[in-house]
């Protein structure tokens, strides 16, 4: 055979056997694909935390090439919102995008791994579960029930909510009717209010109908979203109840057991991004927003008396008390949280806390 025609053969049969190749490469990446269903708590597209979870499902989505293509199902769509838990644990829905507090019925330890009264901020939060034994309990907890759960999401401090009158005392707490989920509620509940719990969606028209007298439930930039202002005027700080809430991920363990050890990764790694971004979020908008409901809504600013805050702080502890004792998981979870706490609050006293101090210092800065 001629030089020349052994190379046009020889080139000819590798164009042959690389088309083989991308014929057959294409079933098996399209065998290799695989489409999860995550419900969520939030309504539709609500801003920082439905919209949070959608960018959760599109960071794994695109991270991944549509490999593992995250289909969202928002509260209601798939699953009621409350049975998100539930859904993913029996491998109804392959994950969940909620607040773990949701789940204190399941397990009281569930709580810490959100917010629980006077705890962490939600730096300190992030602190204790990837650095402080956290995330080692999330697992231990979440295997009990099927499910491996992830930080995806934080909305830092909350206020501490809307109220159709002043509140001057402890006594104004009696008998008032709140819409307030965790063991905030049961704080409520313990110096004379009825608290109840309410997805976010049945909040306003509870609020609007008289069915509750107050209702906390983000911040300025969500509340603002829900319209709130509209059928109360009197907004209160600081929320003790929610220092810095941890939104999650939770996924059916059978799913996260089946992924590779890259995908968990990338999974991870696309929880612990949108747990940055949305804490970031939140922090941006909730400042305009704020603005917005004072200037242009006419919304009445009030501080908790300090009378009010301290009689809170020590219901908080004796409900914290009392919840550690639930059942040993509890404990154990209840225990390294107190201790990391210790540890938070005398370093922020020296930090964050002494710094947000002087930055108040009547000097010049700017013009």
């Known amino acids: 055979m001629k030089r020349r025609e052994f190379i046009k053969g020889a080139a000819l049969t590798g164009v042959a056997t690389a088309a083989a190749a991308s014929s057959l490469a294409k079933p098996a990446i399209a065998q290799g694909k695989r489409e999860l269903k995550m419900v969520t708590t939030w309504p539709k597209n609500f801003p920082g935390l439905g919209t949070g979870a959608q960018r959760f499902a599109d ?13 969202l199902y928002a509260a209601g769509e798939l699953v009621p919102p409350f049975e998100s838990f539930s859904a993913v644990s ?19 330890a569930y709580n810490f791994f959100t917010a629980v009264p006077y705890g962490l901020t939600a730096n300190e939060n992030d602190a204790w579960l990837m650095h402080g034994g956290g995330q080692e309990l999330w697992d231990e907890l979440g295997a009990g029930f099927g499910i491996k759960h992830l930080p995806a999401g934080n909305t830092g401090v909350q206020m501490g909510g809307w109220f159709n009158k002043e509140i001057n005392s402890l006594e104004d707490f009696k ?13 409520l509940r313990r110096i004379g209010a009825a608290a109840v719990t309410l997805p976010g969606g049945e909040i306003f028209p509870a609020l609007q109908s008289g069915a509750i007298d107050a209702t906390e439930w983000v911040g300025p930039w969500n509340d603002l979203a829900f319209g709130f202002y509209k059928v109360t005027k009197y907004y209160y700080w600081p929320g003790f109840h ?66 009010v805050m301290k009689a809170i702080g020590d219901a908080s502890g004796v409900v914290m008390s009392e919840v550690a004792k639930t059942d040993e998981i509890t404990g154990k979870v209840y225990k390294s949280f107190i201790d990391f706490r210790k540890k938070a609050l005398g370093w922020t006293s020296y930090a964050e806390r002494a710094y947000m101090q002087a930055r108040l210092l009547p000097f010049k800065y700017s013009d």
């Open 175 to 187: 008998g008032l009717k709140i819409r307030m989920p965790g063991l905030g509620g049961e704080v």
């Open 59 to 71: 960071r794994v989505t695109n991270a991944t090439d549509g490999r593992l293509t995250v289909k």
């Open 242 to 307: 929610e220092p810095g809430s941890t939104l999650s991920v939770g996924i059916n363990k059978g799913v996260w057991d089946g992924f590779s050890k890259s995908d968990q990764d990338l999974v991870t790694s696309c929880a612990y991004a949108e747990n940055n971004y949305m804490y970031a979020e939140f922090n941006a908008r909730n400042g305009d927003a704020l603005d917005t409901l004072r200037n242009k809504h006419g919304v009445v600013l009030k501080q908790f008396p300090d009378e």
């Open 90 to 108: 029996s491998g109804t829905a392959d994950m969940y995008h909620g607040a773990d507090y949701y789940w204190q019925g399941k397990s009281k």
